[in-house]
């Protein structure tokens, strides 16, 4: 790393690091939070889904939370539960993006941070993506400390790292849908919702479903498809949704999100706190429904892979 690099990490750390001792996390939280939703989270005694969400932000500086939202270590983690297969084939990963590892890139690829959200770039052509566009993106990248912005503690200690993988488009030779699937489990009852994400790109719309396919009528950040142009039920949703429960098992709740490519079910990552707990559910009922199902005190008793394993093999 190069001592311009190094130095201007240290200056971003150390602004950042400011800015947040301005506030406490539960301060910062209060106020993102009555910002988005024009009142006050009950965070002591939360209820609905987002309440809950912000309240386990606060506390989920644990080794398995960090573990599994850090997007190279996770890869352990779904290659023991759902294999190798699973897994979007890795390329390279480093500290920073070199012209040596810029020169062994394929001509498609995608690059992404290991320590956050919304860090990440499809590049469908290498020849017409030039390195110091690139290294200028990334390094913007490695220099933030995603935690302050939200107050997610499990981005907190996540080493930044670049992760590049296989650019992997379906049969049209489109970015494949992104099938998020909601796993909630709550005293041996489990709820699954899946998300669909369609045109992230371009025009971006969002659709809900039950595990049976029926179109729920819940809109988030996103507007749904327009009616009669709903997103086709998956030819192996039954796969898809066992494939998220097996990595699921042991949470209380995680967001899931996988691809289906050739008929082949491809790891995303996982998400304990999806959109930091600031997205709007139109209608509301659907936050309280959704924090019914999620028994934070189990998601809270989590600490290390060794406590979600007594919890499976307890189950």
Known sequence: MSQMLALHRSYRYCTERFRGLKRSDRRETLRQFHKRFAHVPHLDHPRSFSEKINRFKLEADRPLYRELADKLAVRDFVHDRLGEEALIPLLASGDRLTRELYADLPYRFVMKATHGSAMNRLVFDRDECHFQTLRRESDRWLCRNFYYGSRERQYRRIRPRLVFEQLMLDANGQVPADYKVHCFQRNGQRHTVIQVDSNRFGEHTRDYFTADWERLPLAVKFPNTSSGAEPE????????????????????????????????????E??????????????????????????????????????????????
Do not use: C, N
């Open 270 to 315: 996982m998400t304990f706190t999806p959109g930091s707990g600031f997205e709007r559910f139109q209608p509301i009922d659907f936050d309280h429904q959704w924090g019914s199902w999620f028994d934070l005190d189990h998601q809270l008793s989590l600490y290390s892979r060794r406590d979600l394993e007594a919890v499976r093999r307890a189950s």
């Open 233 to 268: 039920r998956p030819t192996r949703l039954s796969a898809l949704i066992e494939a998220a429960w097996q990595l699921a098992e042991g949470f209380a709740y995680v967001r899931v999100d996988l691809y289906l490519i050739d008929e082949k079910i491809y790891f995303g």
